[in-house]
Each structure stands twice: as C-alpha cells, then as structure tokens.
C-alpha cells in the first residue's frame, strides 16, 4: 500500500511508479498533482485501488489501466480528465467506478456489462452522451447510479425497464440529462429496494403515473422542473417512508389531495411553480416532521387553516405568488423555529400580529404585495437574526419602529409603497439603506439622501392629530365616535349665530335632535360641525371634509331608532378602514 493522500504534493505523477509490482493500493487523492496519468501504472498488475481525485490530472484515462483485472476502485473524481472511457471487458472485479467531475464524452461503453460486480457507478458531470444503455441492466449487484448533468437520452424509456433487473439499487440519480421521454405505467417495477430516485429537468413529459405508489420504500423523490402535466395521484399519499417530495416546477394542475397527509415522516415537500388551485387540505398540519414547505407560485386560495400554524417544528415556509387571503393569526408565533417565512404577492388584509417578534429564528420575514394594515410591530426587532425584511406594497401606516436599528444583520429593507409617517431611523443597519427602501409613503422623513422631507417638529400637526384619531381611536372605540359627533353638534348649536339651542322653538313638534343634524349636514361640513375642526385655509381641505362627513354619515346610521335598524359594530369597524385607508391614498395621491 502506497498513501500519499492530503500532502501537499505538486507537480506530476512519476511514470517510475509503474515499477512498484506488488502495489494493491496507490493513494494519490487531495494534492495538487497535475499533468497526464502515467501509462505505466498498467504495469501495476496486483493493484485493487487506484484513488486519485480532487487534483488536475489533464488528458485520457490510459487503457492500460482498464486492464488490471484485479481493480476493486477506480476513484478519479474531480479533475480535468478529458477522452472516452475506455474498454472495461478486464475489470471483473470491479465494484466502485467514480469519474464524476470531469471533462469525459462518448457513450457509456456496452463492455460496462463484463463489471458484473459493479455495485457504484459515478458519472456525474461530465459530458457523456449517447443512449443510457440497456446494458446496464444487467449489473445485477448495482446499488448507486449516478448519471446527473450530462447529455444522455432514453427516448423509449427503456432505462426503466433495464434496471428491474438491478435488485440491490438504491439510488437512481437522472438529473439534469435530456432524457426526452414519460414515466411509464410500470414505474413501480423499479426495484423494491430504490430509495432515492431523482430525476430533475430531463424534459420528462406527460402525467405522473398512478403507479409510482408502489415505490413505498422511496425516502426522496425529486421531478422538479420537468413538464409533468395533470394532477398529482392522490395514491403517493400510500408512499409511507417518503421523507422528501419535489414536484416543484412543472405543469401540475388540480388540487392538493388530503391523502398527501398520510405522508406522516415529510421532511421536505415542494410543489412550487406548478398550477394547483383550492385550498390548503387542513390535515397538512399533522405533519408534525415537515420542516420545509414550498406551495409558491400557484393558485392556491382560501384562508390558511388553523391547523397549519402548529407546526412548531417548521423551517422554511414559502407560500409566494398565491390568492390567499384573510389575517395573519397570532398563532403565527408558534413557529418557533421558522427560519424563512415567504408570504408575499397574495391577498392578506390584517395587522401585522406582534407574536411573529417571538420567531427569533427567523433569518427571510416577506410579507410584501398584500392588503396588511395597521402599523409595524415593534416587536419586529427583537428579530435578532433576521437578513431580509420586505413590507413593500401593503397599507401599513404609523412610524417605523426605532427597534429595527438593532438588527445588526439586516442587509434588505423595504417598506416602500405603504402609508407610514414620521422620521426613519438613523442608526444601526439603517446606515445602509437607500431611497429604494422608504419610496412611495404618506409623510416619512429623513436624511436628504433618502429623498424625502426633512423633519420638522411642528410638521403638519393637524393632520398627524386627525391620523392619529382615525388609525388607533376610531377603530377601537366605534360607540365613542357617535357621542363626540352629537357634542360637536351641540356646541354648534351654542355657537350659531342664530342662537339656536335644543330648546328652541325649531325642535317643536317631529323634528328631533338627529332629524336637525341631518338637515343641517347636509348643508356641508360647516352646516352642522365645529368650523375649528377644519378650515378651508387647511392643507387638503376637500379630503379632511370628505372624511369627517363620512363618519358623521356613520355615526347617524348608528343611532337609528330601532335596534334592528342599527349597524352592527363589526361592520362600523369595516367601514371606519374604509374611511381611513380613502383618506390616507387621497391625500397621498394629492
């Protein structure tokens, strides 16, 4: 046995080495031994391994090597090696042939049949092409193939069919080859031993065969960016052992089965990128093991089930691109452990809830492209480990808590396109913040190099008064604005130049208090309301105006004489958000 492995070694391998006749293992691997294999290595004949990977070892694999007949290992991974493979009819005693990393062409040769004792065949990122051969079928001890990122075809898929006959096969690696065929109905042929099947973009065409759930001992099966169309069978829900599914990028349509969620050990499932509709089946969180889960950029629909937010175990969650909708609960901070959380781009219309500051974890928070009101939880910056935040394009209002400038890893940012006010912050990661960040609000302020207004104590006190009103006062406190509308109006009776009070002779007979302050309203804001409220002077006169008649025009629609007749309170909540959110794009638009 000669050893040399991680020792530093330059320059080339001596062809003296071929005098070394009684040599059974020549180790060579992790130098950085460069130039061509010796010929004379074939000299070698008692030689079982030959390991030389991760060098730069240029040229073609001498044939000479080829015929030690009492070659076990052939490890020549991570080179520069370039040519054919050559004959293998000697290597009889072959187990192990890993060549993955080079530059190597051609086809695989049918001689690949005489290593009858071949149990692990790497090929992995070379440039091979030609039909996978039949013959492979035939390597009855086989255990490993890996063909990934190469140029091979099976156009008949035949290749699945060859290998029934590799009992002992484990894993079966197919990706990134132009395959150019369909899976056939008898995919669980396959051996009963396969556990991970791959076979990423290889123009795999066609529908996802019913029978693939007779692979029940798969732990990872990988389809992902093929053009698979039609539904996903309900039937892999069968697949018990399966630990990872990826079916991400394809044509998928169809809804997701709740069958899937007989899936108890899924560590990781993807079905992005495909054209799935419905809503999410509620038993998906029951699967207390997932911890990656990728339903993004499909059609998808319906509020989140309750259910799902306790999965307490969960890494990754990617719902991008969707039509879900409805809030986001406070259940939200169950996630302990949530990692990446991708919400962006569907149709989510409640606050921010301050529990998602428990997920200190959380490294990707992207909620951007929604309906989000309300104001950003302070609690957002006890996010410690939190990369990425991305708010954009939402109804957030409020100031941008000061908190955030202690997320010392923060590197993206962004709120833009939102309703928020009040001065950015100037410390911490928000140093590195552009522009880009803060675009498109209702009155933020800052640094000249963020292009916005610099910040004036006394800046548009009025406006911020009756924001502040409308966004955390009226919302809450709903019965409140109705008693404050009828003291307005009986200080503008007190005020009148009339002289008018609830006493005069105008309120006799039918006419009441709310009758008066109807027809009064309708003469305009001054008609019946306090003139210091708003003053035509005012900046955005006509927009305060529209606003206090729209809740004055509540507020008498909730004191209707009969009960019946009153609004109910969750609907004066809906409407009291439709008046803020009309007023804040109105004056933002002015």
Not at 163 to 179: E, K, M
Not at 439 to 462: E, I, T
Not at 571 to 575: A, I, L
């Given at each position: 046995m000669l050893y040399l492995g991680e020792n530093n070694l330059e320059g080339e391998i001596p062809p003296e080495i071929g005098n070394l006749r009684e040599l059974d293992v020549l180790g060579l691997s992790d130098n950085y031994l460069?130039?061509?294999?010796?010929?004379?290595?074939?000299?070698?004949?008692?030689l079982e391994v030959l390991s030389a990977r991760h060098m730069s070892l240029v040229g073609s694999i001498p044939t000479s090597i080829f015929n030690i007949s009492s070659l076990t290992a052939i490890v020549l991974q991570v080179n520069r090696l370039s040519g054919k493979i050559p004959d293998l009819s000697a290597l009889s005693n072959l187990e192990l042939l890993n060549l993955y990393g080079n530059s190597l062409s051609g086809n695989i040769p049918d001689s690949i049949s005489n290593a009858s004792k071949l149990q692990i065949l790497e090929l992995e990122g070379n440039s091979f092409t030609g039909l996978i051969p039949n013959s492979l079928g035939s390597l009855k001890f086989l255990e490993q193939l890996y063909l990934r990122s190469n140029h091979f075809t099976t156009p008949d898929s035949t290749i699945f069919h060859s290998?029934?006959?590799?009992?002992?096969?484990?894993?079966?690696?197919?990706?990134?080859?132009?395959?150019n065929c369909t899976l056939p109905a008898s995919l669980s042929n396959l051996p009963k031993s396969l556990q991970y099947f791959e076979a990423t973009a290889c123009n795999i065409r066609g529908s996802i065969p019913m029978d693939i759930a007779g692979l029940n001992n798969v732990l990872s099966l990988d389809l992902s960016a093929n053009e698979l169309s039609g539904s996903i069978p309900a039937a892999m829900g069968n697949m018990r052992n399966l630990q990872s599914l990826v079916l991400s990028e394809n044509k998928l349509q169809g809804s997701i089965s709740h069958q899937l969620c007989g899936?108890?050990?899924?560590?990781?499932?993807?079905?992005?990128?495909?054209?799935?509709?419905?809503?999410?089946?509620?038993?998906?969180g029951d699967l207390v093991s997932l911890r990656r889960l990728n339903f993004s950029s499909n059609k998808l629909h319906s509020s989140?089930?309750?259910?799902?937010?306790?999965?307490?175990?969960?890494?990754?969650?990617?719902?991008?691109?969707n039509y879900f909708n409805g809030s986001l609960p406070t259940d939200i901070g169950n996630l302990k452990v949530l990692t990446h959380l991708n919400l962006s781009r569907n149709l989510f219309s409640s606050d921010i809830p301050p529990t998602i500051g428990s997920l200190t974890d959380l490294q990707y928070l992207l909620l951007s492209h929604n309906g989000l009101e309300g104001p950003i939880p302070e609690s957002l910056g006890d996010l410690k480990s939190l990369v990425e935040l991305d708010l954009s394009d939402n109804h957030l209002s409020g100031l941008i808590p000061k908190s955030l400038e202690q997320l010392s890893y923060l590197r993206f940012f962004n709120v833009s396109f939102n309703g928020l006010e009040g001065e950015i912050p100037d410390r911490g990661c928000f140093i590195n913040f552009?522009?880009?960040?803060?675009?498109?609000?209702?009155?933020?302020?800052?640094?000249?190099?963020?292009?916005?207004?610099?910040?004036?104590?006394?800046?548009?006190?009025?406006?911020?008064?009756?924001?502040?009103?409308?966004?955390?006062v009226l919302p809450i406190f709903g019965s409140v604005i109705i008693l404050v509308a009828f003291v307005v109006v009986y200080k503008k009776w007190q005020h009148k130049s009339t002289g008018k009070k609830p006493t005069d002779e105008s309120f006799a007979g039918e006419m009441s208090m709310k009758q008066?302050?109807?027809?009064s309203w309708s003469e305009g804001i001054n008609g019946a309301g306090d003139s210091s409220i708003v003053q035509e002077e005012d900046e955005y006169f006509v927009v305060k105006a529209n606003c206090i008649s729209s809740i004055m025009e509540l507020a008498l629609n909730c004191s209707a004489d009969l009960p019946e007749d009153r609004m109910e309170m969750k609907?004066?909540?809906?409407?009291l958000k439709n008046i803020k959110r009309n007023l804040l794009n109105n004056i933002r638009q002015n």
């Open positions: 460069s130039g061509e294999i010796p010929r004379e290595i074939g000299n070698l004949e008692r290998l029934q006959n590799c009992t002992y096969l484990t894993v079966l690696i197919l990706s990134f080859n132009p395959l899936l108890q050990g899924l560590y990781e499932l993807s079905l992005a990128d495909n054209q799935l509709d419905g809503p999410l089946p509620p038993c998906l989140i089930p309750s259910r799902f937010w306790s999965l307490e175990d969960i890494l990754q969650l990617d719902l991008l691109s552009t522009s880009k960040s803060f675009m498109n609000n209702y009155a933020l302020c800052g640094s000249p190099r963020l292009q916005v207004q610099p910040c004036k104590s006394n800046n548009r006190q009025s406006n911020k008064a009756l924001l502040h009103v409308l966004k955390y008066w302050v109807k027809m609907n004066v909540v809906s409407k």
